[in-house]
């Protein structure tokens, strides 16, 4: 993927990494929205799923040892 530099392209990589890393871990995301309550084109992710799935890798690899 490419997006231009600068602020811009930094916001579109980081919404595409956010939707990836939910999509490709399996992990709950939702909607996220901005502080007026309008769809902000994000999504959040919970970080207790991203922990859980952090130390369940963990102890694969730990099994694997």
Known sequence: MTAPIGAGGND?????????????RDLPAVPAFDEHGRPAGWV?????????????HREEEEEDD
């Open 12 to 24: 579109l990589r980081a919404r595409w990494a956010c939707a990836h890393y939910a999509d490709t």
């Open 44 to 56: 959040a992710i919970d970080p207790a799923a991203i922990d859980a799935w952090l130390a369940a």
